[in-house]
């Protein structure tokens, strides 16, 4: 059953934007498997990476600072590795549309310039690239297949679409061994609690930790999957080794669809903090919103034997229990500067 873990002991990767939310997590179950981890993270401040991120495991990966957009770098850092967990990226939509130019940069560009280095320097490579629901838009129908129409609604998904078709092309085109993990609202220990433009469940977990109103917007019955980080990290792992994913996407969603307002009452009662009220959607995010969406994840459970082990309530638990030891490394202090565009 495990087969597919005990491929990593000893082999050679590296994760970009491995300092932040999923990344970190997926450093510290190939820590444990004893991969030989390289850490690459640009620590832009406004982004989620965080050195707490990898505490306890500092002595058993390696870190280099680096910005992916840097070609000659990342010509230097894919040489030798066998798999590459390719992470990097900018995730805020909201930001994406206030400065669509870094985002092209980060989530296009960027990309290109990890799979030239490795089609350069290491063509045997595996790439497994963190894609989003988020590029198929409003669905046409639930849950959402992968054949679904491609359709973002914001210029993130739009820039994240290419950023993973620019991965299948490298596999088809030049051999590069790549798939694609298009990943629901994933959840839990180590996301970023800072802002709350990198999704609304971060944010939601530090208004309840704090004792805060938590604001849904419309009436609270938008549908909506989530995935535990560990699962999010596990699927990865699977596809990491399985030359079935080669060329492939893949949705990575959760056991059932769950509405806002109930999500947030789960929430509220494992905190035991918080409260919460409906108010209307602010126009931005309202352009931007795709509305009901939930995945059908049957495709990597076929392919790769992949399974979401986590219940959400379980998940939850977890999540705050983590933050309620840790809260202090992941919220300002009382007159930090948060980071705006």
Same mark, same amino acid.
């Given at each position: 059953?495990?087969?597919?873990?005990? =491929?990593?002991?000893?082999?050679?990767?590296?994760?970009?934007?491995?300092?932040?939310?999923?990344?970190?997590?997926?450093?510290?179950?190939?820590?444990?498997?004893?991969?030989?981890?390289?850490?690459?993270?640009?620590?832009?401040?406004?982004?989620?990476?965080?050195?707490?991120?990898?505490?306890?495991?500092?002595?058993?990966?390696?870190?280099?600072?680096?910005?992916?957009?840097?070609?000659?770098?990342?010509?230097?850092?894919?040489?030798?590795?066998?798999?590459?967990?390719?992470?990097?990226?900018?995730?805020?939509?909201?930001?994406?549309?206030?400065?669509?130019?870094?985002?092209?940069? !980060?989530? =296009?560009?960027?990309?290109?310039?990890?799979?030239?280095? =490795?089609?350069?320097?290491?063509?045997?490579?595996?790439?497994?690239?963190?894609?989003?629901?988020?590029?198929?838009?409003?669905?046409?129908?639930?849950?959402?297949?992968?054949?679904?129409?491609?359709?973002?609604?914001?210029?993130?998904?739009?820039?994240?679409?290419?950023?993973?078709?620019?991965?299948?092309?490298?596999?088809?085109?030049?051999?590069?061994?790549? =798939?694609?993990?298009?990943?629901?609202?994933?959840?839990?220990?180590?996301?970023?609690?800072?802002?709350?433009?990198?999704?609304?469940?971060?944010?939601? !977990?530090?208004?309840?930790?704090?004792?805060?109103?938590?604001?849904?917007?419309?009436?609270?019955?938008?549908?909506?999957?989530?995935?535990?980080?560990?699962?999010?990290?596990?699927?990865?792992?699977?596809?990491?080794?399985?030359?079935?994913?080669?060329?492939?996407?893949?949705?990575?969603?959760?056991?059932?669809?769950?509405?806002?307002?109930?999500?947030?009452?789960?929430?509220?009662?494992?905190?035991?903090?918080?409260?919460?009220?409906?108010?209307?959607?602010?126009?931005?995010?309202?352009?931007?919103?795709?509305?009901?969406?939930?995945?059908?994840?049957?495709?990597?459970?076929?392919?790769?034997?992949?399974?979401?082990?986590?219940?959400?309530?379980?998940?939850?638990?977890?999540?705050?229990?983590?933050?309620?030891?840790?809260?202090?490394?992941?919220?300002?202090?009382?007159?930090?500067?948060?980071?705006?565009?």
């Amino acid at each position: 059953m495990n087969a597919y873990r005990e =491929c990593y002991r000893d082999r050679r990767v590296m994760i970009t934007g491995g300092l932040g939310f999923i990344g970190s997590n997926l450093a510290h179950q190939l820590a444990a498997l004893g991969a030989r981890v390289l850490i690459v993270d640009s620590l832009i401040p406004a982004y989620g990476g965080n050195l707490f991120n990898i505490s306890g495991i500092e002595d058993r990966v390696r870190v280099n600072v680096a910005d992916i957009r840097q070609q000659s770098t990342m010509n230097y850092l894919v040489r030798d590795q066998d798999v590459i967990f390719n992470l990097a990226g900018q995730v805020s939509h909201i930001d994406s549309m206030q400065d669509p130019y870094t985002d092209l940069d !980060i989530n =296009c560009r960027s990309q290109l310039t990890v799979l030239e280095a =490795c089609r350069r320097n290491n063509p045997d490579v595996k790439v497994v690239f963190a894609g989003t629901r988020q590029i198929y838009g409003h669905p046409d129908t639930l849950p959402v297949t992968e054949d679904h129409l491609v359709r973002p609604t914001d210029v993130n998904g739009i820039n994240k679409a290419a950023g993973e078709y620019y991965h299948l092309v490298y596999n088809n085109v030049f051999g590069i061994r790549a =798939c694609s993990l298009r990943l629901t609202n994933v959840y839990g220990p180590r996301q970023l609690l800072k802002h709350d433009r990198q999704g609304f469940i971060g944010w939601f !977990i530090r208004l309840a930790l704090e004792n805060r109103e938590i604001q849904i917007y419309g009436d609270g019955t938008q549908l909506r999957d989530f995935v535990y980080v560990d699962d999010a990290a596990d699927a990865f792992l699977r596809a990491g080794v399985d030359d079935a994913s080669n060329g492939e996407v893949f949705n990575v969603g959760g056991t059932e669809p769950i509405r806002h307002r109930d999500l947030v009452e789960l929430m509220l009662r494992t905190a035991g903090s918080g409260r919460f009220r409906c108010i209307e959607w602010p126009p931005e995010k309202k352009a931007i919103d795709i509305g009901n969406f939930y995945a059908d994840s049957s495709k990597i459970r076929r392919v790769l034997g992949w399974e979401p082990a986590t219940s959400l309530a379980d998940g939850l638990a977890r999540t705050f229990e983590f933050y309620r030891a840790h809260l202090d490394q992941y919220v300002p202090a009382a007159g930090e500067q948060v980071e705006a565009l």
